[in-house]
């Protein structure tokens, strides 16, 4: 029996109802959204033609060290692109839904397709790799349609990082699998997702002799994996059953992250423990992305290295949105030895297309985003765009900082006086979201936060307020309402979300939570929403 599409976070939807989703979850402004900047003022999005004959929905991106993009479609077409010549080559096909790629150099290409990492060579330099070879095939398959794989990553010792999304409800596991089959995997809810192989749900790590380790478990569709500089792995993961909205994750070894069906592969699991005890054992999300208000399904994230060739935010944080045509821009601290920090839009509206799933840096600074419609009947765009930075300095939120008291911004041009230090510029509140088995989760406990004590730094760069009832373990989401820089130019993005894990202090979130004392938890289809243009 056919599996029914699902929305990109995974409920189950009717085909016709399918064809809807694109505008349901467009995220539109609502009445009064802030006057804003446009992006496209500083941003060029520049459309790049498919290659001839391959249908363009494209899954993973990576650039060689000569500035040719290699590029993977999903019916398992591997391409090459010359920017300057506009040219695309085929140098390999017949992959089973590839989600990433990483180009070591132009007669080497590491794929990740669902059953393997492979490795693609080109051993006689004729431009085609005839060389399909499995770098490790040692997770485990159900053959239900949601078991996707993404990446690889790789570290500077050469170890490898994949991270595998869990079985869906949508479907079934399959009567051949491969690897050891656990159906307590599958014990965890009606509509749960699940994981009876080896090891839906988790980060894997491939040294470079082959062999696997699991790094955490705890993710429900892990869409998305990066290193950072200094070799830290962070996955984002979308909203659903288990996770009350999407997070980015900053992967440790041992690390349980929320989605408890992969447990059963741990040495240590014992069976299936209370909600309270997983809540327990859980790591929060370093950075929340409040649903239906900044992202519905996030992909992959990327850092910014070009050195300044991509606008002011060099060394930060960018991430794909699939359902509507936006960009992320993430800004990371540390507070109390664990990071953690704020999400905001970076590229909201057309030309931007929706679908956005995959992007890789090319050396010229440029940024390419990858836009798949497939995934079962979820409607998106397809196809690939460029972004470049035309060179003049947008007025943004550049950083966010958790202060003992409040927070303090900084952008990325001198502010106005007079709009800085205006209470009522800083419109914000707080909330939180529940730890559930149900899907998703309302926003929970919401405060509206009175702004105080507001001072600007002599230099114009930086803004800092108290906020009244300061706690851990919520999301301080601002909005900034008339903000300009001195010299008059509007912010481009006045919507922040700080995930406050953690506070200065070292104190940390209550649990269980104690009983609400807020307004009326909301679903966040009622919240002011970044306008789409």
């Known amino acids: 029996m056919r599996a029914e599409p699902e929305d990109a976070g995974g409920r189950f939807v009717g085909a016709g109802a399918a064809a809807l989703l694109a505008l349901a979850a467009a995220i539109p402004a609502g009445a009064g959204a802030p006057a804003a900047e446009s992006p496209g003022r500083y941003y060029t999005v520049e459309d790049i033609a498919a290659p001839p004959g391959v249908t363009p929905s494209c899954e993973g991106l990576s650039f060689l060290p000569d500035g040719r993009l290699v590029a993977v479609f999903d019916h398992g077409e591997v391409c090459f692109y010359n920017p300057a010549s506009r040219h695309w080559t085929k140098f390999a096909e017949g992959l089973h839904t590839p989600l990433g790629v ?91 997702m699940f994981s009876v192989v080896p090891y839906r749900g988790w980060v894997i790590r491939i040294a470079p002799g082959g062999d696997l380790v699991p790094i955490g478990c705890g993710f429900r569709q892990p869409n998305g994996i990066v290193l950072d500089p200094e070799g830290r792995v962070f996955v984002t993961d979308n909203q659903g059953d288990w996770v009350g909205t999407s997070k980015l994750h900053n992967v440790a070894q041992g690390g349980f992250y929320g989605h408890p069906s992969g447990l059963v592969w741990r040495s240590d699991w014992k069976g299936p423990p209370t909600v309270l005890q997983l809540d327990q054992m859980r790591r929060e999300g370093t950075v929340l992305f409040p649903h239906a208000i900044l992202a519905n399904s996030p992909g992959e994230p990327v850092f910014d290295l070009t050195q300044g060739k991509f606008g ?21 601290e540390e507070v109390a030895g664990e990071l953690q920090g704020a999400v905001t839009p970076f590229y909201d509206g057309p030309p931007l297309r929706a679908g956005n799933i ?173 306008r789409s243009r």
């Open 102 to 192: 990483l180009a070591l150099n132009p007669r080497e290409i590491l794929v990740c397709q669902r059953p393997e990492l492979t490795r693609l060579v080109d051993t006689t330099g004729d431009g085609v790799a005839d060389l399909y070879e499995c770098v490790t095939d040692r997770w485990g398959l159900s053959g239900n349609y949601h078991e996707f794989a993404y990446g690889p990553v790789r570290d500077s010792q050469g170890n490898l990082y994949v991270a595998l999304g869990s079985a869906s409800r949508g479907g079934v596991a399959r009567y051949e699998v491969r690897g050891t089959f656990n159906a307590d995997g599958g014990d965890f809810g009606a509509h749960a």
């Open 312 to 332: 002011p935010f060099a060394g930060q944080m960018f991430v794909t949105e699939f359902n509507v045509p936006r960009l992320l821009r993430v800004m990371l």
């Open 358 to 530: 995959r992007m890789a840096f090319a050396p010229d600074g440029s940024l390419w985003v990858g836009q798949a419609e497939r995934r079962m009947g979820w409607p998106a765009a397809k196809g690939i765009q460029r972004l470049s930075w035309k060179g003049d300095v947008p007025m943004d939120v550049l950083s966010v900082h958790l202060t003992s008291t409040g927070f303090e911004f900084t952008f990325t041009k001198p502010v106005d006086a007079e709009s800085a230090l205006r209470p009522g510029t800083y419109e914000g509140k707080r909330y939180y979201y529940l730890y559930q088995a149900n899907y998703g989760s309302p926003r929970v406990d919401v405060h509206k936060l009175g702004v105080s004590h507001l001072t600007r730094s002599p230099d114009g760069l930086r803004v800092s307020f108290d906020v009244d009832a300061l706690r851990a373990g919520y999301v301080y989401e601002f909005t900034l309402n008339g903000l300009k820089s001195a010299d008059g130019s509007l912010l481009v993005n006045p919507l922040v979300a700080y995930t406050a894990n953690r506070l200065r202090d070292g104190s940390t979130r209550p649990i269980p939570w104690p009983p609400p004392t807020g307004e009326k938890a909301g679903t966040g289809e009622d919240q002011p929403r970044v």
